[in-house]
């Protein structure tokens, strides 16, 4: 099996966001907290992955690099076979 820890998509805004139009470049990211982080502006249930594990962050600097970068690093943590 080949695990990922993120997934860069372009996809329609209104996967994410019912009535946004055009498209957005962004990442699915695994993570352990869903519901905490779905709370936060920016983040999204996962764009066709299981909701309860993943979640979509459109790169559109609504949330900052630094937080998108720890975020893909925990992402990572969780997928990577030691």
Same mark, same amino acid.
């Given at each position: ?16 966001? @019912?009535?946004?139009?055009?498209? +957005? ?6 993570? #352990?907290?869903?519901?905490?982080? =779905?709370?936060? !502006? ?8 299981? @909701?309860?594990?993943?979640?979509? +962050? ?6 900052? #690099?630094?937080?998108?970068?720890? =975020?893909?690093? !925990? ?8």
């Amino acid at each position: 099996r080949l695990a990922f820890s993120a997934l860069f998509q372009l996809i329609p805004w209104d996967k994410l966001e @019912k009535g946004r139009e055009g498209l +957005v470049e962004a990442v699915n990211i695994k993570h #352990d907290q869903v519901a905490d982080l =779905l709370s936060k !502006k920016g983040i999204y249930p996962a764009f066709h992955m299981n @909701k309860r594990y993943w979640i979509s +962050v459109p790169l559109d600097d609504t949330l900052s #690099d630094e937080m998108v970068l720890e =975020l893909i690093e !925990k992402s990572w943590n969780l997928t990577f076979k030691k």
